[in-house]
Structures are given as C-alpha cells and as structure tokens.
C-alpha cells in the first residue's frame, strides 16, 4: 500500500489548508521528514514533511488549490510499489469529508470492529505508556491483560522521573538550608543523612507503584508478573509460566534502555548509567558526567549540591543541545556559578580505571587531550528503545533506525499491533508516552484519534528549571517571520517573595497574526507554568489573546502575560 500524505489538522479551528508550492515533483525521491509541501492556513504557513521514505508517486492537488483537513493530497510509493496502481486524481480523496475535531483519518486498517465489552487487549509493559492505556481501554469496555516483566510504572516511577525529582526535591531542601539566612532564618548548621534521602526516594516510588497497582485493580485489569513476547499478531506468550494469552488486538510499551557508548573502559565498575546513579550507597567525592543532556544535568545538580565535585563533559557547543540556546546559556551560567564544572565540545576518548575511586577521564576538546580525575564515572547519553526479547523481525513488524515503526494512530505495520511510548523512539517522555499509548488504546476501542507533536511540553527540573512548549526561536525562524518577547522574572513580584528571579519568559510568534508558535521559561516553578501555554498553542492562542488574559496577583504566571504583552503594546513592569 502506498503511504498517503494529508492535509494536516494543525490546530483545532483548522478545517482546512491551500497548497502553496510543492517542493518535490511526481518521480521524485523523498526521505522521511524532507519538505514536501507549504501550507497556508489562515494563521500560519507551514512545511509539511514526507511521512516516510520513498518516491512521490502521485500528487492530487495542485498548487494554489484548498483542501480539507485530512484530505489525501499525494501518496508516496514504498519500495516494489507502482504508480500505475495508484487511486486516480479525480479529485474524490482531496475532497473528502472533514473529519471531527481530534480526528484526521478513518480508523486505523487493523482496529477490530467488536463490540467494545468483547474487545480482548493485550498489553505488553506496564510503565507510564502501558498502564494509563490498560486503564482507558477498561473504561471504554475492553478486557484487559497487562503484562510486565519488573515494577508497574517502569522507568518513570522505579528509575527515571519521580526517583530523581524527589532527589532533587532534598537537593532544594539542602539549598534553603544554605540560604536561609537571606530570609531572617539562621540555622545553626545541618548535615545531610544520604541513606535517608534514599530510603525517601524508594518509599515515593513504592506509594505510587502501589497506586498504580489499585488503579489497574479497580479497573479489573489482569496483571502479569512476566516477560511478554509475540508469538504472532494476536497472540502473546509469558516466557517465565509458558501461558498463551489470545487477544483483538496487541499494545506494545516496552519502553527503552540507555545508550552504552563504544568508549574504552565504559564497561569498568565505577561507571554507572542513570540506574546506577539512583541506587548509590553514599555521596561520591567527585563524578565525571559524560553527555550535558536533561538527564545529565539534574544529576549534576543533586551531586554538587550534596557536595559532589562535578565535572560535566559535552560532545555539543552547548548543553541540552535540543532546547531554545537562550535557555541553555542561562542553566550553563547558573551550574557553573553553584559550583558544577561544564565542558562543551569535549569528547570523551578513554576511561582507565585506578583503586581508591582515581579513575582518569580522558578527553579531547579542539584535538588537544586532557583529563579528570573521578570517584564515579557518569555516562547518561540517551536512551534507545527495548527491542529485544519481542520477536518482532519474526513477526514483519517493522522498525527503523531501532525504533518500532507507527502510524499517527500509532499502529504498526501488522494491523492490531499497535505501539506507543520509548518504543517507537522520537522525544523519550513520559506524558508523550501516556499520550501515545491512550490514543493506541482509543483507536483499538473504535474511537478515531491520531497522534499530533505540535505541542509537546519538555521539562527540566535543576534549579531554575526550564519548561518549554513549541519551536525554539531557531526553529521558528527556520518557518515563518518570527517576534520575540520576553520578560525576566526580576521584574516580577513572586519571584522577588521567593528570592528567586533568576530566568526569564520567551515567546515566540509569528508575525502575520501574532500566533504563538514557541513558549520557553527558564526560572521557579517553571515546569508548572507551561501547562498555560500547552492549553493556549493547543487552542492557537496569540499574542494579544495571553496580553489581555487577566492573571492573578501576585504570581509567577505573570511573568508569561508580560511576555506576551512585550508583543502586544509593551508590558508594564519592564521599561
Ligand atoms: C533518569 C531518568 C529521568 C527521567 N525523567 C523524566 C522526566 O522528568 N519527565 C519525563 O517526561 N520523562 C522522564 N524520563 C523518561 C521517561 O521515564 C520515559 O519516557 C517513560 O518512562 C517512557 O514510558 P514507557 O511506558 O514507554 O516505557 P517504560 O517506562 O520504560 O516502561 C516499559 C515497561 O515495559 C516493561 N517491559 C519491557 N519489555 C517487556 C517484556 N518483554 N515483557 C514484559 N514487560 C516488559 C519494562 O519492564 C518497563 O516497566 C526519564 C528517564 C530517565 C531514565
């Protein structure tokens, strides 16, 4: 079957788009993510990229000419494929029905048309993808079996987002310990019981392992304790018991592991992955962390700030490379000011392990080598999806660059399989996985619902923390004719109650109609502001629409509408 290509449904008052200019021709060959057309709504022009690879087989709307949301408007042809087998250009597809808000297409071909109480799913791991998706399909009907090999809530609950946010929660204890002074409160020295801190950390992740645990149970989920594996399309085995269970459809949340990098001595003992760093049994003295990423970054900051020397190592010229660079240079300054040592474009040839925790990492940054001594050596550089152990390649499921390949309805290649979270690669999160694996659940269950990346929040939790929604200002003026606003949370009162006015609020939009297209915060309580953007970008929200938003007083959020309102007449508390 050719791929097809449709209008996209960008936002949802978006009904339908006009084709600019097609920048590939039929015959042409096209890569996955290379532009092939621009699309003018009312609010914005936009570059949609090919879906996949392949050659552009057919085009079925010409340029200048508009087509309702969903509407196919050209097919790319898979390898072995002909355009002689193509649809005709009779116009029949470009004028198709608009779909209902949320929806894009018709159900995905594998969705299993039961009625939904006789629905059999199976899911396979029960992390932050698999459990939420387990629970919405119990609440539209289905029976529901969940199997998973280790803990329920999988890396995020055990391993990954709530262990290191409750370490960094100590982290920001132990900080206003040191800065209590500032606000009349003098506290006579304090030590750091760091078994303790552990023993906190596990038992948040057991409280909520537990929850979830009752969650799944209230729903009548039936919970395997087991390794799943496909033994065809409609049928998983548990390998430990042998039991076969028969299901309509299968939910792959397999999640993902960590990069092991191909660097001599990375097999040594003193070089922990993320996991490593969260089972530590006392606070080493000093840590080399290889790779400047999110992850890299808040370890970073727990260590140093229980008295840890840290040395951060980047290949990049930045830390987290991927964000907006303004927000990167800000969280730099602010580790190297509390003490962390970073080096950019620095990469890491060697580590040679010596007794008494000497370790020496060797490193080259410009061609010329140098190294650092290290009790524990830190290597968090990415994660990759868990494959193994699945049977895919059996199966024909089909996968790319290591990642399950999906639809936007997030089934695979083999109708009824379908796959969501770390497994299908892209941006490893947790609410993006939940996301994905609900809206698995609801095409499984007859609902139509297709996945959009438009408005993804990332989040990091250091101290300022950095929240952002939408393109970075390099991004965005990649696409359209951008403005910049900002506002700096020292011209805002909360931030002043809480002594913390480090950061700043960005906006970015579009010039035309002011359309935000990017909001990043870097500064206190910033992972919890952004949700106000993720609402507004979803509803395309301008720059006068969050100008003219009243916000109470006195908050932090304020500092967003005075962002805003740089783009739309000036703020008031900034000259
Ligand atoms: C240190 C760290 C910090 C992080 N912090 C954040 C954060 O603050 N915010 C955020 O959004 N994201 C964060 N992440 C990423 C987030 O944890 C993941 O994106 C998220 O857990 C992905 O969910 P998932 O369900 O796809 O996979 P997982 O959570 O990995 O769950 C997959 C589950 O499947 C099970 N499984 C695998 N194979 C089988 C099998 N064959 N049979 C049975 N069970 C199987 C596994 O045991 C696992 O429990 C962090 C990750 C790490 C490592």
Redesign the pocket.
């Known amino acids: 079957m050719p791929a097809e290509v449709v209008m996209p449904k960008l936002g949802l008052t978006m009904t339908e788009g006009l084709i600019v200019e097609w920048k590939k021709k039929e015959g042409d060959a096209v890569a996955k993510g290379e532009v092939l057309f621009v699309l003018e709504t009312e609010k914005v022009t936009y570059d949609v990229e090919a879906p996949e690879d392949g050659t552009l087989g057919k085009v079925l709307v010409q340029e200048q000419q508009t087509v309702p949301v969903g509407a196919v408007v050209a097919y790319i042809l898979r390898p072995g494929e002909n355009a002689v087998d193509l649809p005709g250009d009779s116009g029949e597809a470009a004028k198709a029905e608009p779909p209902a808000a949320g929806a894009v297409k018709a159900p995905a071909a594998g969705t299993t048309r039961k009625p939904a109480g006789k629905i059999r799913l199976t899911i396979?791991?029960?992390?932050?993808?698999?459990y939420p998706a387990a629970i919405r399909a119990a609440r539209l009907g289905a029976k529901v079996t969940l199997?998973?090999?280790?803990?329920l809530g999988?890396?995020?609950l055990n391993?990954?987002?709530i262990p290191?946010?409750t370490l960094l929660q100590s982290a920001r204890v132990i900080d206003t310990m040191k800065t209590s002074a500032a606000f009349g409160v003098k506290c006579d020295g304090f030590s750091i019981d760091f078994a303790a801190i552990m023993a906190r950390k596990a038992a948040v992740s057991e409280q909520l392992r537990n929850g979830v645990k009752g969650l799944l149970g209230a729903k009548k989920v039936k919970v395997i304790q087991?390794?799943?594996?496909l033994v065809d399309a409609r049928t998983v085995q548990v390998e430990e018991t042998g039991e076969k269970i028969a299901s309509d459809a299968v939910l792959i949340?397999?999640?993902?592991k960590p990069v092991v990098l191909p660097i001599e001595g990375i097999d040594g003992p003193d070089v922990l992955d993320?996991n490593g760093a969260l089972s530590l049994q006392a606070i080493p003295k000093s840590v080399v962390i290889i790779g400047g990423g999110v992850?890299s970054c808040e370890f970073a900051q727990i260590l140093s700030t229980m008295g840890t020397d840290v040395t951060i190592l980047e290949l990049m010229p930045t830390i987290i490379p991927e964000m907006d660079k303004a927000m990167s240079s800000i969280l730099h300054k602010s580790l190297e000011s509390s003490g962390v040592k970073i080096l950019t474009n620095a990469q890491v040839k060697k580590i040679e392990h010596k007794k008494k925790g000497n370790n020496i990492v060797t490193y080259a940054v410009e061609g010329v080598e140098w190294s650092a001594k290290a009790e524990k050596v830190l290597a968090t550089v990415g994660?990759k999806p868990?494959l193994d152990?699945?049977n895919f390649d059996a199966l024909g499921i089909a996968c790319e660059k290591g990642a399950v390949v999906v639809n936007e309805h997030m089934e695979t290649s083999v109708p009824g399989v379908y796959a969501a979270?770390?497994?299908v690669g892209g941006i490893?999160?947790?609410?993006l996985?939940t996301a994905e694996a609900e809206c698995a659940a609801r095409n499984i269950m007859g609902d139509v619902c297709s996945m959009n990346y438009r408005v993804v929040p990332a989040?990091i939790?250091t101290s300022p923390e950095i929240a952002s929604v939408g393109l970075s200002e390099e991004q965005a003026k990649k696409i359209a004719d951008v403005q910049v606003g900002q506002f700096p949370f020292k011209g805002n009162g909360k931030a002043m109650v809480l002594g913390e006015t480090e950061g700043m609020v960005k906006i970015i939009a579009e010039k035309k109609y002011g359309e935000v297209l990017g909001v990043h915060i870097i500064g206190p309580h910033a992972t919890d502001m952004i949700s106000e953007a993720v609402l507004g970008m979803m509803l395309e929200m301008t720059t006068e629409e969050l100008a003219h938003a009243i916000h109470p007083h006195p908050t932090l959020a304020e500092a967003i509408m005075e962002a805003g309102q740089t783009l739309a007449g000036g703020c008031i508390h900034m000259p």
């Open positions: 396979i791991g029960g992390g932050t993808g698999g199997i998973e090999k280790e803990h999988g890396v995020c391993r990954g987002c290191t946010k087991g390794t799943a594996r949340a397999a999640g993902s993320s992850i994660r868990a152990a699945l979270g770390d497994v490893m999160l947790a609410h996985a989040c939790y």
